[in-house]
């Protein structure tokens, strides 16, 4: 019996510090303004936003890494260890929807990151006008970027726009555009792109001017009408100077 227990204790010491290990590298963890998971923070253009990470249940010196989408960010030497500060200033519409993530040097996968969420409306304001040709295409630009995203609409002399066989939307995350085919005469009037966001409108107008088409000239005749004009006078001078050669040839005759 004494030699099977002065047996297990050499086993159960190392067993002990694997458990002490294991426990110790589970509890650290990274905060980042107080948040230990991911998370996403909203924010708007001009202010500056700061972000601070901190290195938690730890005994020892951690350096820290920071990283805005894929390129790392240059810390300098006293803002590396156990706690790690940034400033994002001023804050661009550029920003919105870009990660920043802190992380330990020495274990990539302990990490938390920040999602920044710059809320701003789209930049519609002023007037345009074209004046287009009868049977020309048109195509009408409002830039519709903003976050959230905008909702778009397009109106004619301020009645909603009933879409016709010849009209086209397109939208993207970056422009709203309409595109008439074969303008007619009976498209002339005031276009307004109106971006309705967060209780709020903002409009933009184009004033559509068509013309009569004008008329085509056979440029291939008029440039054969100018070349027979050119040589019937050239033929005409060299005509002419051999009269006067002659005239001048006999007066000289007489005079001797």
């Not at 710059?118 to 630009?141: C, I, N, R, W």
């Amino acid at each position: 019996m004494a030699q099977r227990s002065s047996l297990a204790v050499p086993y159960e010491v190392p067993l002990l510090a694997v458990c002490l290990l294991v426990c110790g590298a589970t509890g650290l963890e990274l905060s980042v303004n107080n948040h230990n998971a991911d998370f996403s923070l909203l924010t708007s253009p001009g202010p500056a936003v700061s972000l601070s990470c901190l290195v938690q249940n730890s005994s020892k010196a951690e350096e820290l890494l920071w990283y805005r989408g894929d390129g790392k960010v240059d810390l300098k030497d006293g803002n590396k260890v156990n706690i790690s500060n940034i400033c994002i200033s001023p804050v661009t519409e550029s920003d919105n929807g870009v990660t920043f993530t802190c992380m330990l040097a020495r274990d990539k996968s302990v990490q938390v990151s920040v999602i920044l969420d710059v809320q701003f409306p789209p930049h519609v304001a002023g007037e345009e006008s074209f004046h287009v040709e009868e049977d020309k295409d048109v195509t009408l630009s409002c830039n519709s970027k903003s976050n959230p995203q905008a909702h778009a609409a397009w109106y004619k002399n301020d009645t909603i726009l009933t879409l016709q066989d010849r009209y086209q939307l397109h939208q993207t995350s970056e422009v709203f555009q309409l595109s008439i085919k074969n303008v007619q005469m009976s498209d002339n009037g005031t276009y307004t792109c109106v971006m309705s966001y967060l209780f709020r409108e903002w409009r933009k107008e184009f004033h559509l001017i068509v013309e009569d088409t004008q008329p085509i000239f056979p440029t291939e005749a008029i440039i054969a009408a100018a070349v027979v004009v050119s040589l019937t006078i050239l033929f005409g001078i060299v005509a002419q100077r051999d009269k006067l050669f002659k005239c001048f040839k006999t007066s000289s005759e007489t005079a001797l």
